[in-house]
């Protein structure tokens, strides 16, 4: 039964590539939320106009 080896720097390439797109997606995570509360935050402020 053959054994493939990987290169020992692989792990640590695939590692790094990892970290990159988790940051990516809480960068993106972080900007969707800000810009649904302040929808939400305008969404208030047009009821609170409707409402007087």
């Known amino acids: ?9 692989v792990n640590k390439d695939m590692q ?6 988790l940051t990516a ?3 993106v995570s ?3 939320a800000n810009r649904l509360t302040q929808l939400d935050e305008e969404n ?7 409402n007087e």
């Open 44 to 50: 208030e402020k047009k009821g609170d106009k409707k």
């Open 30 to 32: 972080k900007r969707l």
């Open 16 to 21: 790094e590539e990892m970290v990159g797109v």
């Open 1 to 9: 039964m053959a054994v493939q080896t990987e290169p020992k720097g």
């Open 25 to 27: 997606i809480s960068i």
